[in-house]
Structure formats: C-alpha cells, structure tokens
Nanobody, 127 residues
Framework: VQLQASGGGLVQAGGSLTLSCTASGRTFSTYVMGWFRQAPGKEREFVGTIRRSGGSPYYADSVKGRFTISRDNAKNTVYLQMNSLKPEDTAVYYC?????????????????????WGQGTLVTVSS
C-alpha cells in the first residue's frame, strides 16, 4: 500500500488542524492505521492508532484529549484532528499502516509495528 499524507501547515498555538492520509488500493480496511511524529533532533514518536473498523482509537498521553483519529474506509483515508495545538506539537507527522492482526488488548504503537509509511507532512505551531 502507498500512503499520502497531507494537511500540514503553520498554525498558532491554541489552533486546530486536520491531517489526512489516503491509501492506494482496495484493501484499506484490512490495515490498522497509526500516526507518528518526529520533531527536529528527536526520535519518531507514537501519536495514535485506530483499528480496522474505526473503533477503539488509542492515543499517546501527550495528545490525549486534544487529538482525534478517525477513518473512512470507503475513502481509503485516515484523519488526525488536532485541537488546542501547542508549540511542542511541531513536527513532521507520518501516517503508517500494517496488516498484522494483533490481540484486542494490544495497540500497535511502536515504529516496528508498522510496515508501510507515508512521506510525512510538516506541522508548525507558533507561540
């Protein structure tokens, strides 16, 4: 699968932005999807993940309550709605996909859990 992320840009602190990630092919619903981010000089970190059905999204503590992941399997797209943005949210945001079937009590949140990656989209939050 090929992933194309979009929607990044410059936003003021406290603002909102929605990222999209569109996948190629006709098997999007068979992939668990995740969002990660990488700030300059830092390692790539987990943001959130969503199951194939769109249920049970799981978030990193740093974004919980501010970010929302959703997906539209008919449009082959996963979204990351980001509210109350902070300067520390500044990073390149990546979407990722994988077809591994994990147990219900495991939320894939390691970079090694995902086989496919998009190219990233830059989000800059000004103070």
């Amino acid at each position: 699968v090929q992933l194309q992320a979009s929607g990044g840009g410059l936003v003021q602190a406290g603002g909102s932005l929605t990222l999209s990630c569109t996948a190629s092919g006709r098997t999007f619903s068979t992939y668990v999807m995740g969002w990660f981010r990488q700030a300059p000089g830092k390692e790539r970190e987990f943001v959130g993940t969503i199951r194939r059905s769109g249920g049970s999204p799981y978030y990193a503590d740093s974004v919980k309550g501010r970010f929302t992941i959703s997906r539209d399997n008919a449009k082959n797209t996963v979204y990351l709605q980001m509210n109350s943005l902070k300067p520390e949210d500044t990073a390149v945001y990546y979407c990722a996909a994988d077809r591994t079937y994990y147990s219900e009590d495991y939320y894939p949140r390691r970079t090694n859990d995902y086989h496919y990656w998009g190219q990233g989209t830059l989000v800059t939050v000004s103070s």
